[in-house]
């Protein structure tokens, strides 16, 4: 039913009319349910209104506080400075506001304070209001938090571990805190580093990887694991990496432990050859007895032969049998001589050493791999004693003469030189050169880091240069390597001379 205009008769306007609100109990009633103290006083200073909450502050009855002013419920110093704030508040005429410390109820408080004046309805002021609020649990809080935090740093800056904190974005990971130590994986300092997305350091990306990061959220349980990690300018390094989520960022910990593997894997192999010297010393000491026997047998052999006086012919033919077998059983003697030597000495024990007895027994140690692959060639010259161990210097001589040996060609023509030459008064030179297949450039520079090999997998450690590069800097001397791809590679060992003959020896021109 549509409503009807009457004409001539104006509309009136539909307006709700709100029932009178009860303003006094509303205040008071909001008054007592803040936690903050409200409360106004007369222009002598005296309370008019007090909430519970400013009550129990002051730590008397609302009664006992009405009437009263801050010099009777307060000690001196904080009404003092009450007061003062009062009267600012009354010239100013306006809201001010300001931050105390006062003793209230035997307990220090922080105060956020704000105090304006009342007004009569015709303006003149009657006295002023005041809100306090309680910021002593806040600081608290924010004094544990800021000593939390302060610990915090110190212990991570002083960890050895290299520590980061990240959180989760749209945009990816990105660094909210990163120790020292993290500073060497990321490339820059930590100030630098804070702040930005761990995608920005493509290098360093193995510390947190993204969908790892996702599964560590998804499950909530923490991430640990060891790996192999190659950086820039350092090569190849092994990490223990740990994850844990830390609601929507993730504290990440990455530990350096290639010392660790390369301890571990020299000790192993210190084992392995301590085994082997055993063996050895046991194998010399078998062969060696018959080999008396037959070197012996051999010579009465000959002397029969001669007093028989076969014909010449046949005569001839006995003889140059019995020479092969003589220069066979010597070789075998050379053989014995070489395991002995290799399995007496002490490991740590330096002496004056002849360099060629050493080389000799080397060569004799690797012959079964050298002589199928190229033509040796001894190249001596007259040189001083030597101060080392014979054992890691056989050790050394072996590798470098293996390695050699495994550049040359399977068809073998190839030439493995041995040079030895003083170097200087102090130092003799030892150089192995092989005509093999050379080292590439990229290759060169990390022949000595341990667990780098261009070998297949199961066919080397890595570690045999490195150990030769260590035993000989432990000996006091220096092992270089120079190398053409397609022509051949020099490995140069520098060994100290012995002490007693460094006086005697005559400096030599360096032999290039």
Known sequence: ?????????????????????????????????????????????????????????????????????????????????????????????????????????????????????????????????????????????????????????????????????????????????????????????????????????????????????????????????????????????????????????????????????????????????AAVGMLAAGVAHEINNPLAFVLSNLHYIEKELHRLKLVQSDMGEMMEAITDAREGAERMRGIVQSLRALARGDAVTTQPLDLHEVLDNSVQLAWGRLRSRGHLVRDYSDLPLVLGNSVQLSQVFVNLLVNAAQAMPDSGGGEIRVVTRQHSASMVRVEVHDTGCGIPAENLERIFEPFFTTKPVGEGTGLGLSISHDLVRGLGGELSVSSTPGVGTTFRVLLPVASEAVDEAPTQEEVH
């Not at 009777?72 to 009354?90: I, K, S, V, Y």
């Open 1 to 273: 039913m549509q409503r009807q205009t009457v004409p001539g008769v104006a509309r009136e306007p539909a307006v709700a009319q709100a029932p009178e609100l009860p303003y006094r109990e509303l205040f008071l009633a909001l008054a007592e349910e803040l936690p903050d103290a409200i409360f106004t006083k007369d222009l002598q200073g005296r309370y008019t209104f007090i909430n519970s909450a400013g009550a129990r502050f002051i730590g008397l009855p609302a009664e006992k506080i009405l009437g009263r002013k801050d010099s009777a419920l307060m000690g001196p110093e904080e009404a003092r400075n009450t007061q003062e704030f009062d009267r600012q508040t009354l010239l100013a005429g306006r809201i001010l506001r300001a931050e105390m410390s006062e003793w209230m109820a035997g307990v220090r408080r922080e105060w956020l304070s704000t105090k304006g004046v009342l007004r009569r309805p015709d303006g003149q002021v009657m006295g002023l209001f005041g809100i306090s609020r309680d910021l002593s649990d806040h600081r608290r809080s924010e004094a544990a938090r800021n000593q939390s935090e302060a610990l915090f740093r110190t212990a991570t800056q002083s960890s050895f571990d290299a520590f980061f904190i990240l959180r989760s974005e749209p945009e990816g990971l990105r660094l909210l805190h990163v120790n020292p130590h993290a500073e060497a994986l990321l490339g820059c300092e930590a100030r630098a580093a804070e702040g930005r997305l761990l995608s920005e350091f493509p290098h360093a990306a193995f510390i947190a990887p993204l969908p790892l990061c996702q599964e560590v959220w998804r499950t909530g349980k923490p991430h640990d694991e060891e790996l192999k990690q190659v950086l820039p300018g350092h090569g190849h390094r092994w990490f223990r990496r740990q994850l844990n989520a830390v609601g929507e960022c993730m504290s990440v910990m990455v530990r350096d432990i290639t010392e660790h593997r390369e301890n571990e894997l020299r000790l192993r192999l210190n084992e392995r050859m």
